[in-house]
Every structure is written in C-alpha cells, then in structure tokens.
C-alpha cells in the first residue's frame, strides 16, 4: 500500500471520527490543528485506524507520535 493509499484512508478515518468531512490530513497535522481533537477523540482515532488497518498499536509508538505524517509512517511500517 503506497503512502497516498493510506493518508486517503486515514483522512476518512478522521473525517468519521470527528464528524467532519471538511478535513484534509497533511503530514503535519496535530492534535491543536483540529478542534474536537482531545483525549477522547485521540482514543477513538487510535481504535477506529487500528479496526482500518487491521493493525494494533504499541504504547512506545503512539507516545513518540507527534504529527499525522508520524502515525502514517508507523500504520505503513506495521501493513507493509
């Protein structure tokens, strides 16, 4: 899977969990550039891109993520 494959997918992901089809991910995006984005927010996006992915998070990893680009890099390490 290309990385433009999985920022499309994961821009629907954002879209659905935040209930907002106006938004574009770009590699640095964060948590202050979106305003519904808190900690509740952050643990349904984990979940629902994990349930997209088929893929699960490690701890270490979600707590080195800043950026979107970061957590695109991570999904793209872990589906190959």
């Known amino acids: 899977m290309t990385y433009e494959e999985v920022k499309t ?3 629907k992901v954002f879209c ?3 209930k ?3 938004i574009v991910i770009t590699d ?3 948590a202050k550039d979106i305003d519904k984005w808190d900690s509740l927010t952050h643990l349904t996006l984990v979940s629902d891109t994990e349930d997209e992915f088929g893929i699960k998070f490690k701890l ?3 707590i080195a993520m800043k ?3 970061d957590f695109m890099k ?3 390490s872990k589906i190959g």
């Open 9 to 11: 997918r994961l821009n």
């Open 28 to 30: 640095e995006t964060t």
């Open 60 to 62: 270490k990893e979600l």
């Open 74 to 76: 991570c999904i793209q």
């Open 16 to 18: 659905k969990v935040f």
């Open 67 to 69: 950026t979107v680009g």
């Open 20 to 22: 907002d089809d106006s």
